[in-house]
């Protein structure tokens, strides 16, 4: 019996098999709960299939981007599931040419706007309306963020602002959602080479420099970002919340580094 039986997670945001959310949907099938997924418009075709391979027919379109559209997902999703346990945010987005060029060249208030609304803002409408369905549940929500909201990163420019602003969100909602029951963590992906990171100028280089300097020799995979994820969201991570956990491979706890091969003087 896996450590997720007997819950419900509603993951938003799988897009492909290669994307992060793909690998947090394994785990938690692997480890038991049942699984309902939400996506863009244009991600339908491919999220049904996968959704079918975990056991699930539970796929609806919702954009984060409206109050409007995320109350009518929420209410598709009542008519299968009048509770569930676990909510997974899997959901961030900037203009291609916010992530362009200089961080002050490429940061326009609408780009601003935009990142800080999708990749951010809907984190607290999703668990306004999860609340509802996590009452007396000993609820969990997970949210995904990078190490571009504590560093510079070349590139990721106005995302790093966003990413920051997500896990203040994660802090405040976990103050506020505690008294009701509800933990909210976040995980800190290294890189990884998904359709969301394609996006970003240099990820080549950055893959390589984080296998080379991070503790454990190698880049994190979906699967390592999966497991964790799943942890974070069972019962065995009760007393866990207002957390952001660090899943890559220990780069983040680097200060220097010097290639393998360098003279020890």
């Not at 896996?2 to 994307?19: P, Y």
């Not at 964790?228 to 983040?252: N, R």
């Amino acid at each position: 019996m896996g450590f997720l039986s007997g819950k419900r997670a509603l993951i938003v945001g799988l897009a492909t098999d290669r994307s992060i959310a793909w690998g947090i949907a394994q785990a938690m099938h692997r480890e038991g709960a049942a699984l309902a997924f939400s996506h863009i418009e244009r991600m339908a075709d491919r999220v049904a299939p996968l959704a079918k391979q975990l056991g699930s027919d539970i796929t609806f379109v919702m954009d984060v981007a409206g109050d409007e559209d995320i109350a009518r997902g929420f209410a598709h999703l009542r008519s299968h599931w009048d509770s569930f346990d676990i909510l997974v945010h899997a959901v961030a987005f900037a203009p291609r040419e916010a992530l362009t060029g200089s961080f002050i060249d490429a940061t326009t208030r609408e780009g601003f706007r935009v990142a800080h609304d999708i990749s951010s803002y809907s984190l607290t409408a999703l668990a306004r309306e999860s609340l509802p369905f996590m009452r007396d549940r000993a609820g969990s929500i997970v949210s995904l963020s990078y190490l571009g909201a504590v560093r510079s990163i070349p590139g990721y420019n106005v995302m790093g602002l966003a990413k920051a602003s997500l896990e203040a969100n994660v802090r405040f909602l976990a103050a506020d959602l505690g008294t009701h029951g509800v933990r909210v963590n976040a995980v800190s992906a290294g890189p990884i080479k998904t359709l969301s990171a394609a996006g970003i100028p240099g990820l080549r280089k950055m893959l390589a420099h984080v296998a080379a300097a991070a503790p454990i020799k190698r880049n994190v995979t979906i699967e390592d970002v999966g497991n964790a994820a799943a942890f974070l969201c069972s019962d065995l991570a009760a007393g866990i919340t207002g957390e952001v956990l660090y899943v890559d491979g220990g780069y983040h706890s680097v200060g220097m580094s010097f290639p393998a091969d360098a003279d020890g003087a």
